[in-house]
């Protein structure tokens, strides 16, 4: 029966990896924070990449703007309606999201592009490689994603077309969107699961990594004895054509090379007698008649002594180059007389063994056999060499014995036993793990408006039923109040709630979250006050290790941005249709807009007042972090 334990408030040491990451030192603007708080490992800004530019065209109220967006944290503010989601949108479908026909404007066609900035070892490289994509001329990495109104999709990664796949399987490395209606990460038990493991340390990561590794070994012995009770018939059958294969081979004892040496022997004795003659004529050119017979006293007698004659002649002279060609002719003469000798030990070794010939013949057609039995057209006795060593192999797989059945059957519980205390340790870690990270993820909730809300962690667990990943089923819960039952969370939290917990679990991470942007889609909605500046410190903290760019309607938020900017809509005339521009914003159209913002008034003396306050206040607390 599954033992089901639920952990809470109870916070474990911060894992060596978090403070050996607060030594890297931050980018100029941004001071460290203390490695024991939370987002410990800051100065990763920019280690991980981020997105330089996004181009966005034909998509919602937007006609064709251009975003250049920089290091830390990007808000996006506007007028409710102006199109401020079609900037997540725009991101949303850039790398790899469903694709909307209902968001492409009249002109038929909606596009989206982005550049990447990214690190030399950034995985996204290899796997772009293997798409076939190019870096850009500054070695950036740029995606495209167009959509027509009838629904039709493409993406371009490096200047190449791919498939959509491509892109999205690219995201997840890459891009983290957190919405009211995109909590599909928190909601998942696998994700909840995987994000405690990657609490609990480096050390429980490792403990893991092995228990999977003996997980598969233990289910791989499992499956192949299973297969073997289960078959025993069929695989004893295999294994006597296997074992008459090797006996067959055995017996005949073929040599690497041997076949291509019986031809080359079969040919030399049966041509002997052609063989001998064509050796015969050709010493008798270079040496004569050594019998005598053909000798004439006006002829030389072999071309040997032909050569004699024209050295010695050549020689007599005075004239130097004479000399040297008789130099040449007396190399010539050696060479002859060295290839007359070889031709006569090459006539004396020539055997004409009719005996021979039938016993090279007979071994021939024996490998032949078996080269036609187990090895594959032009492998010759090389294919049967091969066949043989793979059969051996593979009858040690498919031996059914008794004795054979209890040696695997005692592999597998061996594998079985390691299992078992490898998932009860990787158990251990999580429990222990739990509390610490509710505890800290209920810390970081009081200070975003959910003061009364508790989270928690479900872990039951089933040792007598170890799967891939341990023996727990791992749940994230949540009571939105005091006495509240604990629900999981993606049941027990509304959508503004959900995007909080996701962004106070984010903050619990940063710095060792490998994803490099991070969206957050209006994560303030219902939050106001104090709350809502405690939002905007979370998310500035967060930035200081990710990209952040965050769509909302909150002064307090905006004033942490690094970049801020404003979506403006107007209508266009001309079109009949609204358009929609997006701008950056700085020194006093910035505090224009954050007094908007503030009060709907951007020439208000006490709106334009209260926004210089809340940007000082925001320098004031970044700088303290």
Do not use: C
């Not at 033992?3 to 809470?8: E, G, I, P, S």
């Not at 004239?319 to 007389?337: G, I, K, R, Y």
């Amino acid at each position: 029966m599954a033992a089901r334990t639920t952990t809470r408030d109870k916070r474990p040491a911060r894992s060596a990896a978090a403070a050996a990451e607060a030594a890297v030192g931050l980018a100029a603007d941004v001071p460290a924070a203390s490695p024991d708080g939370p987002g410990a490992g800051a100065g990763t800004r920019g280690r991980l990449g981020r997105l330089t530019e996004l181009r966005i065209r034909g998509l919602g109220a937007i006609d064709d703007v251009t975003l250049e967006f920089g290091h830390g944290l990007t808000v996006v503010t506007g007028e409710t309606g102006a199109g401020k989601t079609m900037v997540v949108t725009g991101l949303t479908l850039l790398f790899g999201g469903r694709a909307d026909p209902g968001r492409v404007r009249a002109n038929g066609r909606a596009g989206v592009e982005g550049r990447l900035a990214l690190p030399a070892d950034s995985p996204v490289w290899e796997r772009a490689a293997e798409a076939g994509a190019d870096p850009d001329d500054d070695g950036s990495l740029i995606l495209a994603r167009t959509v027509s109104a009838e629904g039709r999709s493409r993406a371009h990664l490096g200047g190449r077309s791919v498939p959509v796949g491509v892109i999205a399987e690219l995201a997840e490395g890459l891009l983290a969107v957190h919405g009211q209606s995109d909590q599909l990460r928190l909601s998942r038990p696998a994700e909840q699961r995987r994000a405690l493991d990657r609490y609990a340390g480096p050390a429980h990561l490792e403990l893991l990594d092995r228990y999977r590794e003996a997980h598969a070994h233990w289910r791989g012995l499992a499956a192949d004895l299973d297969r073997r009770r289960g078959q025993a018939r069929e695989l004893a059958q295999a294994a006597d054509v296997l074992r008459h294969g090797l006996e067959e081979i055995e017996a005949a004892a073929p040599q690497p090379g041997e076949d291509e040496e019986l031809d080359a022997q079969a040919r030399r004795l049966s041509d002997a007698d052609a063989l001998r003659a064509a050796a015969d004529e050709a010493r008798m050119a270079l040496v004569g008649d050594v019998t005598g017979d053909l000798v004439s006293d006006d002829l030389p007698q072999d071309a040997g002594a032909a050569l004699a004659i024209a050295e010695r002649a050549l020689a007599a002279s005075d004239d130097p180059t004479l000399v040297m060609l008789a130099q040449d002719l007396a190399d010539a003469v050696a060479v002859v007389s060295d290839v007359a000798g070889q031709l006569a030990g090459y006539v004396a070794d020539l055997d004409a063994d009719p005996a021979r010939l039938a016993e090279v013949m007979d071994r021939r057609a024996a490998l032949t056999a078996l080269v036609r039995k187990y090895a594959d057209v032009g492998e010759g006795v090389g294919g049967v060499l091969a066949w043989a060593e793979d059969a051996r192999s593979r009858l040690a797989e498919l031996d059914v014995s008794d004795e054979a059945l209890e040696a695997l059957e005692a592999a597998r519980d061996t594998a079985r036993a390691e299992v078992d205390d490898l998932g009860a340790r990787v158990s251990a870690g999580r429990r222990a793990a739990a509390d610490g990270f509710a505890a800290e993820v209920g810390r970081e909730l009081a200070g975003l408006a959910m003061k009364s809300a508790s989270v928690s962690f479900s872990i039951d667990s089933d040792p007598a039923a170890p799967g891939p990943e341990g023996i727990d089923e791992v749940a994230l819960l949540m009571a939105a109040h005091p006495g509240a039952p604990p629900r999981p969370v993606h049941k027990g939290a509304s959508g503004g709630e959900l995007s909080r917990v996701m962004l106070a679990i984010e903050v619990v991470f940063a710095g060792a979250d490998p994803v490099p942007v991070m969206v957050f889609d209006e994560v303030d909605a219902g939050v106001g006050g104090q709350a809502a500046g405690e939002i905007g410190r979370r998310l500035a903290r967060l930035a200081r290790d990710h990209q952040v760019v965050v769509v909302t309607h909150l002064a307090q938020v905006a004033a942490f941005a690094d970049t801020h900017l404003v979506v403006d809509k107007s209508p266009d005339t001309g079109a009949g249709v609204t358009a929609t521009d997006i701008r950056a914003v700085d020194g006093e159209d910035r505090v224009r807009e954050l007094a908007r913002m503030l009060s709907g008034l951007t020439d208000s003396d006490t709106g334009q007042a209260h926004a210089r306050e809340l940007l000082s206040v925001a320098a004031t607390a970044r700088a303290a972090a």
